[in-house]
């Protein structure tokens, strides 16, 4: 397995990215596009538990889209062959002095990249 081919990691990059763009706009629809469409899929957030992609459709369907602007402090993605990949940020929400974290597991589905697994926690 080769660690890091430069040109998987600039797909997840990109679709990286494209989440980061949906998440701080509130742009649902691609949000949802993004999170694998399955049962198994899991995000645990900073208030929340997500089992199953009907949960996590639900929670952002219901969120606000006020307090979503964040400014990202510091990116890591590493990817494992050329289906599965990590990401992991350190950011921080504007008007505030808390850090967040973030961490994704990516997988290639026949949709193409997909989040599997999220969890999204605040240090004080």
Do not use: C
Not at 4 to 31: C, G, H, W
Not at 44 to 73: C, K, N, W
């Amino acid at each position: 397995m080769e660690i890091n081919k430069p040109e998987i990691v600039a797909e997840v990059q990109r679709e990286f990215m494209r989440y980061e763009r949906a998440l701080t706009s509130n742009d649902v629809e691609v949000l949802d596009q993004l999170f694998w469409n399955s049962e198994h899929t899991v995000r645990l957030g900073a208030t929340e538990h997500l089992y199953g992609f009907a949960a996590i459709q639900a929670f952002r369907a219901g969120r606000s889209p006020q307090g979503l602007d964040r400014v990202m402090l510091k990116t890591q993605i590493t990817t494992f062959g050329d289906d599965y990949a990590t990401a992991h940020l350190e950011f921080q929400r504007i008007g505030s002095d808390k850090v967040g974290r973030q961490t994704q597991a990516w997988a290639r589905t026949s949709e193409g990249w997909r989040v599997v697994s999220a969890h999204v926690s605040m240090l004080a």
